[in-house]
């Protein structure tokens, strides 16, 4: 199989390349999917299955607010599964169909689709949660408590925590859609370089003492270790937000594979390799790096 056009992953039938398996460090533990992971693809599946026949009812009794209920629900439940599936699985020898050296450098960018499916989850939540807000809202000024106080709290309780999940899924919305939306890591002739939003940190090749495998929060990471906190330079970005990045930005360089769509080790041994090897990083803007890829060429 011939890759097309520089930088594509695909070949001349369209198939996407794949790259041989390199070896997995015993540091992440077990190449398996997260448990908390897969337990929430389970719970979104059963509350997809449960709200369809509750939809269905809804228009067969012609309740209009039942039916938008099952809607949005259904639609939240279908979009988180479709968000978290390709997620469960943690080994991975196709490449990315951008896969390519060129520009600056080898670029790992993260899928749009990606975000378009968070940002449509954000929203399906967003939907769901007013149409729950209507529905309590409707029975708590109804007065029809005849006395329960217990009952008017909890649905207090329930308005103001779904108005407050508003509030955090539309910000969540804004920084997703909007704003800069670069996200990526590249491995370019002088070094590594990380953007995340208005984040940006980049090491030179000379002073990263080594890439090393990590687990966070359950997910295969790798770590980029400089010989100092004082080698990862760091742009925060101008605008609102500024204070709040500076106190939350670290100066480490961790780069969550998985979100980049390649396997964990292959970015481990990319990093390692080229930084051991100043004579083939020019291989980083060009084809070079992909046939050395797909050869599995990264561990000498």
């Known amino acids: 199989m011939t890759l097309g056009e520089k930088g594509s992953g695909l070949s001349d039938a369209g198939a996407v390349a794949v790259a041989p398996l390199l070896p997995w460090p ?10 908390v992971m897969v337990a929430a693809v389970v719970f979104f599946g059963v509350v997809f299955l449960v709200f369809v ?16 209920y099952g809607v949005v629900a259904a639609l939240a439940a279908a979009t988180f599964v479709a968000m978290a599936l390709p997620q469960l699985r943690v080994r991975r020898p196709q490449l990315p169909r951008d896969f390519g050296g060129g520009g600056s450098g080898l670029r790992l960018s993260l899928g749009r689709y990606r975000r378009l499916i968070l940002a449509a989850w954000f929203v399906a939540g967003i939907a769901f949660l007013v149409v729950r807000v209507v529905l309590v809202a409707g029975h708590l000024f109804a007065f029809d408590y005849d006395g329960r106080t217990g009952r008017i709290a909890l649905d207090v309780v329930q308005l103001v925590v779904a108005l407050a999940a ?10 997703t859609v909007g704003g800069r939306r670069a996200n990526y890591v590249e491995l370019g002739t ?23 495998p990590l687990v966070v929060n359950e997910v295969a990471v790798v770590r980029i270790v400089p010989v100092s906190e004082a080698a990862v330079r760091i742009d925060i970005g101008d605008g609102r937000g500024r204070r709040w990045r500076r106190l939350q930005v670290r100066p480490q360089m961790e780069l969550p594979a998985a979100v980049f ?9 990319l990093v390692d390799f080229y930084g051991r090897h100043p ?5 980083l803007v060009s084809d070079g790096v992909v046939d050395r890829v797909r050869r599995g060429d990264l561990l000498g």
């Open 26 to 35: 015993d540091a992440w533990g077990r190449a398996r999917p997260r448990p």
């Open 53 to 68: 026949p509750f939809t269905v009812d809804a228009v067969r009794s012609g309740n209009g607010v039942r039916v938008l």
């Open 166 to 175: 508003i509030g955090v899924l539309g910000f969540l919305v804004m920084l």
């Open 190 to 212: 002088v070094g590594v370089v990380r953007v995340a939003g208005a984040i940006t940190k980049s090491v030179a090749w000379e002073d990263i003492a080594g890439a090393s």
């Open 261 to 269: 769509g390649v396997d964990p080790a292959l970015l481990l041994y």
């Open 279 to 283: 004579e083939a990083r020019h291989e």
